[in-house]
């Protein structure tokens, strides 16, 4: 259920920790691409893996930031994603999600919560976005729609002293259904380059 503490200072505290000195302990290293190293470990209960993104993007820490809670811009940016909107639940902002796909692909929405802080670490000044999944009543499931359980995101980003931000991306996204799990790994890791790609432009199309 979501409260008024879903996320912690100490997550807060540990992101832009990790974003200076990146915990690789377990994870592997699979390729480098658009000026990022990205790394993966299997999830062994879903037989899934998290990714982690360390790099550098064409655009300052702040903007960054925008364009992952501007969700009007998402819409705008992912054909798939046909609604969301954001609603108070329990003393906390909920956002719920829908996303419709091509033929033989299952529809689906998602339930999470979100949340922005600008923190001083260290001296350094880090933008920080932590999002998870969450289960409300207000969101019952839909028919014909799979809902997505499992889904966390980390982002802690800084400038690099140009006009470039050190970015360090945590993600594990389930996407439920009956989709080999083969099959989604093969997907996620081939479609992370052009993740990164999208994410650049995103940016430039931003300001």
Not at 20 to 28: H, V
Not at 162 to 172: A, D, E, P, R, T
Request: hydrophobic content about 40%.
């Amino acid at each position: 259920m979501a409260s008024a503490r879903s996320f912690s200072e100490e997550q807060f505290q540990e992101a832009c920790a990790e974003l200076q000195n990146p915990r690789l302990s377990g994870w592997n290293w699979q390729v480098e691409s658009r000026g990022f190293a990205i790394y993966r470990k299997l999830s062994r209960p879903t037989g899934l893996y998290e990714y982690k993104l360390i790099g550098t993007l064409r655009a300052p820490p702040d903007l960054l930031a925008d364009i992952c809670m501007d969700l009007g811009y998402i819409r705008w940016r992912i054909p798939q994603v046909i609604e969301a909107y954001e609603t108070e639940c329990n003393g906390e902002t909920v956002i719920y999600m829908k996303m419709e796909f091509p033929f033989l692909l299952s529809h689906r929405d998602c339930v999470y919560v979100q949340q922005r802080r600008e923190l001083d670490f260290r001296g350094r000044k880090i933008q920080v976005v932590l999002a998870k999944s969450t289960s409300v009543p207000q969101f019952p499931e839909r028919s014909g729609f799979i809902r997505v359980r499992q889904c966390q995101v980390k982002l802690a980003v800084e400038s690099d002293g140009s006009n470039q931000s050190k970015v360090l991306i945590h993600c594990f996204i389930n996407p439920g259904g009956r989709i080999p799990s083969w099959i989604i790994n093969l997907v996620a890791k081939n479609g992370i380059p052009g993740f990164l790609a999208d994410l650049e432009d995103a940016y430039l199309r931003y300001q």
